[in-house]
C-alpha cells in the first residue's frame, strides 16, 4: 500500500520505522528533539525511542562525527543530522581521515556503518554559507557513498538502504525538496544504492540528474514532450556508486548527454559525467556533451543577486534546443511559476 | 611492595615494549621499514600502568605513537611488527603501517595518524559501551598536544554530558614534535586541572613510576567503570628519541642534552627492575626475563621479516564493505 506523503514526512516515517526494526539504530544531531524537529523529519521519534537512542547534541560537529565512527565501529548504527550541510565542513577530519578510510586502514576487519543526513539550501537568503552542494567533495574519496534523492519515495527506500548500508554514507537532502508530494509505501523498503531511476523515456537528448535538478529535468522534458520532443531523464539517485552502466545504455540509445547538477561547475559530478561519457560513447555522440551546473561563485544573499543564479526548467530546455539545433520558446516555463525566482513554490516563506 | 606477580608482570609488559623498540631503532636503518615510526622509549611506565590495569574486554585506542599502548593492552608484536614491515600478516595487512595498529582481540580497536582524530572516535566507543549497558570502559591514549585540539575538548564535554564511560590519557611528554609545552599552552597551566574546569575529574601521576601510575591507573578505571562518567588522567614523562624515527636528537637544538640525561636517569624500565631485584625478587629469575623476552622478540622480528608482502590486488581491496561497489 501506498499514498501521497511529502519527503520530510516519508524521511521522517523511515526513521521511525528504521528505529523500531533494529535497535542498534540512534539518531541524533542539533536540533532532533527540539520543538521543529529537523523539519519535521525527526518528530515523534524521541518519545518513541527514548533519550538514549534519540538525542540533541553539543554544538562539536567534528567529535560527534567521530562518536558516530567509535559507535559503528563497536555495531551501533547512528544516524546523525545537520541542519545545513555547511555545519558539517568542520568535520571534515573525521569524515574522511576516519570514516571514509576506516575499514581499508584496519585491513577489512571493521565496517563504519553511520549515516549522516545532510541538508542543503537553496535561494530565499540562504547566502554563501547555508546553500553549499558538495557532493562532489564527498565523491571524490574512495570509502564514502553519497545518495541524493529526488523524490518522496526515493527519500525513504535510500535512506532505509544508507542507514543498514555497511559503509559511511552521506545523505544528501535538498531543502527544496523536503514539501514535495509523491506515492510511498507504507513498508520499509530498501532502495539499492548504486541504480539510477530511468524517470522518462526519450530519444532525443539524455538529461542526467540529481536530487532536485531531477524535479526541473522533469519539468522541462515535460514541456519539451508536448513539443515532440521526448529527452531520456536519468536520477542518479545516488553519486556513489554512480550507475555508469545506466548512463551509458541511456547516452548510446539518445547520443546527446545533458548533464544537471546542483553544485558548482569546475570539479562538479556533472564534469565526471562528461568526461566518462566522452571516453566510453564517443562514438555514439552526436553533440558534444554539455552540462548545467552552479556559476563558479559564491551564491549571494540578496535575491537581487540569485536572479539567474539558480539553473531551471527554462535552462534546460534551451541546452536541450542548442544540442538540437533547434529553436524553443522556454519562457512560458518562467512564466507559470507564480512565485519568486528563489522559492521552490509559495510553500516556503523561510526562514530556513 | 605490590604483589610480586603483578610486579613482574608490570616489568616484564615495559621490558616487552623496550626491546621490540630498541630492536626496531636498531633495524630502522636497514630501510625495511618503510614507514613513518613513532617510538615509545622512556614512556613504557605510562602505558604498561593503564595497560595493565584495563582487563582484556576493555577498548582502547590511540594515536600516532602507539607502540607502547598496542603492545601494553596486550596486542601480539609479531603482528605489529609485521605490519610495520608492510607485509601481509601485519595486524592491517600492511594498510596501516605504524600509526595504524589494532589488535581485536587484545581489545585495542585502533590508533590513527592524525593529531586528536582517535580523541571522538575513542567517545563513540564507550558510547557503544554505554548503550549496551556494558561493564567494559574505553581508554583513549593521547598526548598533551591533543589537548590543544578542538576535537579534545569536544570530545571530553559530550563525555561528561553523556556521563560516558570514558578514560582519558594524557601522556604529558612536553614535546608536540619539537615545540615545546612553553610556546604552546600558557604558562602555569596544568593540563588536568584545566580538565577540571570543564568538568571532568581528574588526576596527574609520574608516568615513570610504574607503581604509583599503575596504582592511579586502577582508581581511574574504578570511577570509570562504576558508572561515575569519565575521568582524565594525566601522566608525566619523557620521549627519550627523536619524534619521528630512530634516532636521539638532542643535538638539533629544541631540547637539552642535560634535559634528555635528567629524564634518563629516571628510566621508567631500568629504575623498577633494580626497584624489585633490591625487593628481593631473584636476579636469576630477571635474567630469565630478558632471556625469555629477547628470544619472543627475536621471533617476532623474523616473523615480519620472513612473511610475505600482501598481492598488489590487495592495495584496492575493503574499500568498501559491500564488494559489489568497486573503488570507481
Known sequence: MSRQITFAKAINECLHQSMAEDPNVIVYGLGVTDPKSIFGTTAGLEARFGKERVFDMPTAENAMTGVAIGAAIEGIRPVMVHQRLDFFLLAMDQLVNGAAKWRYMFGGQDSVPITIRLIMGRGWGQGPTHSQNLQAWFAHIPGLKVVMPASAEDAKGLLAASIFDDDPVLFLEHRWLHNVHGDVPETLNRTPLGKARLVREGDAVTIVGMSYMTVEAIRAADFLSNLGIHCEVLDLRTIRPLDWDAVFASVSRTGRLLALDTGHATGSVAGEIVARVAMECWGKLKAAPQRIAMPDFPEGTSPALTKGYHPRAEHIVDAVARMLGRTIDASPLGAQRGYPHDVPGDWFNGPF | ?328
Open chain 2, 1 to 328: 611492595m605490590m604483589d610480586k606477580a603483578l610486579s613482574v608482570r608490570l616489568l616484564r609488559d615495559m621490558l616487552l615494549i623496550r626491546k621490540v623498540e630498541e630492536g626496531i631503532a636498531e633495524r630502522y636503518p636497514q630501510g625495511k621499514m618503510r614507514c613513518p615510526t613513532h617510538l615509545s622509549i622512556g614512556q613504557e611506565a605510562a602505558a604498561v600502568a593503564v595497560g595493565a590495569a584495563l582487563e582484556t574486554a576493555d577498548l582502547a585506542i590511540s594515536t600516532h605513537r602507539a607502540h607502547a599502548h598496542y603492545l601494553a593492552k596486550g596486542g601480539r608484536a609479531p603482528q605489529m611488527l609485521a605490519e610495520i614491515y608492510g607485509k601481509v600478516t601485519g595486524c592491517c595487512r600492511g594498510r596501516g603501517g605504524s600509526m595504524h595498529l589494532t589488535d581485536r582481540t587484545a581489545g585495542f580497536v585502533g590508533s590513527t595518524a592524525i593529531v586528536g582524530n582517535s580523541l571522538p572516535i575513542g567517545t563513540g566507543l564507550a558510547l557503544s559501551l554505554q548503550l549496551k549497558k556494558s561493564r567494559q570502559i574505553a581508554a583513549i591514549f593521547f598526548g598533551d598536544g591533543c589537548t590543544e585540539e578542538g576535537a579534545f575538548y569536544e570530545s571530553a564535554n559530550f563525555a561528561i554530558v553523556r556521563n560516558l564511560p570514558a578514560l582519558f590519557v594524557c601522556e604529558n611528554n612536553l614535546y608536540s614534535v619539537y615545540s615545546p609545552l612553553s610556546v604552546r599552552q600558557p604558562a602555569g597551566r596544568e593540563i588536568y586541572k584545566m580538565v577540571q574546569g570543564l568538568g571532568m575529574p581528574s588526576a596527574i601521576v609520574d608516568g615513570n613510576d610504574i607503581d604509583a601510575a599503575y596504582a592511579a591507573a586502577m582508581a581511574a578505571i574504578e570511577h570509570v567503570r562504576s558508572g561515575k562518567g569519565p575521568f582524565f588522567l594525566e601522566l608525566t614523562t619523557y620521549r627519550w628519541r627523536e619524534h619521528c624515527g630512530p634516532n636521539f636528537d638532542n643535538d638539533i637544538g629544541y631540547r637539552t642534552e642535560e634535559e634528555f640525561l635528567a629524564w634518563k636517569a629516571r628510566d621508567p624500565v631500568a629504575s623498577y627492575e633494580a626497584r624489585l631485584q633490591q625487593q628481593g625478587v631473584p636476579t636469576e629469575e630477571l635474567a630469565a626475563l630478558h632471556t625469555q623476552l629477547d628470544a619472543e622478540v627475536l621471533a617476532a622480528f623474523e616473523f615480519a621479516e620472513t612473511s610475505p608482502f600482501p598481492d598488489q590486488s590487495e592495495a584496492f581491496s575493503d574499500v568498501y564493505t559491500d564488494k559489489e561497489v568497486s573503488p570507481s
